[in-house]
């Protein structure tokens, strides 16, 4: 422990002093006496100097006012938490309970902080003066004067003009020799009439001028942004209204007026809106004029807000003619905001108010404009505004944006309301572009050679090209998964209802779908029904699918049930788990949501079904197959295992070795199943063109297929049907179907 020298020790360098008694201990190095810094002089009985900073609680706390450079207001105050930072040359004096005495005692820091720097004295926090307080993170304190960027206000009752006020948010600035300050009323309004011009206003909002004779009323306020709906406004405003008889009571609301005594003429000024018919119309810059016997003149550059309840559309740079109080007519520009609050112009060539007073506008886009809907779609044509409506109505086309070389960027045409944060494009059942011509959505099946290709608002290599999987609905971009999708609304909302659905990925090119698949031309009465999931991989071409077949057609019910119950009693074919597979889906698309919720709680709790409906009652139900196209073939290969739910009425559930080929011909396609449990068990269908062939190493089976009279194997077709047969085949038939799809058969047979 030891005293200072007379003239103090210099802290850090020359840049502080601090004079009386300094202390040494276990508690660091601690001082008891005064730290003075430029202006400033504070007095602790216990600093802490640490080796980048002093702090302490002071007893005072003492700044000598300045007049400059730089400009330092007066400032004492008792006990502050005191900081000195040398490295950034600052001392902080932050508020503990008492307030910080200011500009000779006409202001007070209430909170917050104070700091002094050699560039000047800045702070933070809550200032009180006049009856007033401001609240800020940045205030810059000058000599008699301090100022923000960004301050809250709040004015106490000023008696002489008897009104509060309060604001948010504002630039502000205080001058105590002046005497002006900027400030928003929270409190009563003011009435102010004015005869010659044959106005009255109630103004509520206002630039205060503290000792001058007159006040201008004033606001900061940004009315573009603080348009709600007039029953929500939490405060009053200050409204100007038309006592001449011609104009209707026409009203509007200034937050700024001034009126000049010579010429007899109000200007008011940040105007929020005058409403005419449905609208809040907003003058050029928030002002009007208003010369004698009410008279305003023309609107120019102004904002259209339609209708005033709802607050849906906003058109600027609007040359508007106020008519009367129910009627306008101009033009101007819509600012269309999409997902992700982007904007894009549309100009509007018509505004006006039809027979019910709502506003209606009407403009068109050009596709050089690149206007888009979203992110991700883009569009040209027309459009319109109708206020009671929260959406705009297009009636043009949209393209999507992708980097498929495969891919076709095609425009689609369309009509209807469009909502900006939520894209869904109606997907009408005859789709076509913007000269007519036809588009799709799906993937394809072109023939000579036989070729798998996608389609995405696109369109087809050729008419006749065979549609594997389509879909109708709404188009809409997924965000998460970054794919454009298309299927019905509820579909997209929940994937596993029944319905079909396409997505095209925009970075892979990757094309997925779900639902009903054609792999087959018409069979005829062979009825065949692909329900299931595919993933089309243009890269090399691979299609994927995880589907379910459901094969109905005339066959013996004996020969039928011979197989059954070889298969029946197999007992190393694995069970077939439905939960799993795609059952429950398939018999979704057959049944619809309620019949098939019934049958899947019978197998959740039974693991069968009391009465297998008519709907799932079908000569084979494959339940869980897994095809590939291949290319070198020209067909779609079953892998794996083949999972059976059911063989007509006959429930079996379980999985079984082997194959089912669709092979694509030009002289018609071409069906095979073939199950085989070993090398000298197994039974095997083909169909084409109206004749099965099945034959099988089940003897018996063969025998009575063979034995079936010729009229009960044959089946007439109806008007432009083909006759339908079954008939027994032979093994060399087999062999060929072996030699040609299945070289391994050990390896899928093992899946």
Known sequence: QRATPPEGLPLYGDRAVFKNEIILNYSGLQGNGDLEYLTSISNSEKFTFYPDSTRGITRSFTNTAQGGPPEIPEANAGAIDLSYFPVLD??????????????????????????LQPAGMTGDGIMEFAGAELESDSIEFNLNTFSADTADFRLLAMQEANLA????????????????GNFKSNGDETKVEFPVNEYICFMDE????????DISLETSRQMATDFVIDTELDMTRSNFFSVNEDQDSLNFMSPKAIYDLDEYTIRADQIPWIRVADAKITPDSGRVVIRKKAKMDPLYNSTILANYVTQYHTIRDATVSILSRNDYVGSGTYTYMDENKQPSIINLGTIGVDTSLQTVASGRVMADEGFMLSPHFEYQGRLEVR??????????STRILHSCDRLERNWMKFKSTINPEDVQIPVDTLLVDDRGNEVDVGLKLAQDPYEIYGTFLSSSRDQSDQSVISSRGVLRFNKNAQVYEVAAPDKLLQNALPGNYVSLNKQSCELAGQGQLELVDDFGQFDIKTIGNLEYKPVDE??????SLVLDFPFSDQAMEKMVEYLNVQPNLKPLEFQKSNYEYAIKELMGLE????????????????????????TMFISDLKLTWDPILESFISEGQIGIASFGKEQFFRKVPGKVIVE???????MHIYFEIDDANWYYFTYKRGLMQCYASDKAFNGIVMEEKEDKRKSPGKKKEEDYMYMLGSKSKRNIFLDTFVQDFVRYCEK
Request: hydrophobic share 40%; glycine share 6%; charged share 30%.
């Open 387 to 396: 206020a009671n409506d929260k959406y705009l109505t297009f009636d043009g």
């Open 165 to 180: 006020f309060k604001t948010d948010n504002v630039n502000a600035f205080i001058d105590f020799n002046e005497r002006i």
């Open 595 to 618: 019949e098939s919720d019934k049958v899947v709680s019978e197998l959740n709790l039974s693991g069968q079904i009391k009465k297998l409906p008519d709907a799932l009652n079908k």
């Open 542 to 547: 691979r299609v994927e699918i995880n589907a």
């Open 206 to 213: 206002f630039k205060w001028f503290m000792d001058k004779n």
């Open 90 to 115: 600052r001392l902080s004096a932050a508020v503990i309970d008492s307030s910080i005495n200011m500009f000779e005692g006409q202001a007070q820091a209430k909170v917050g902080r104070v700091d």
């Open 664 to 670: 694509k011909k030009r002289s018609g396609d071409i």
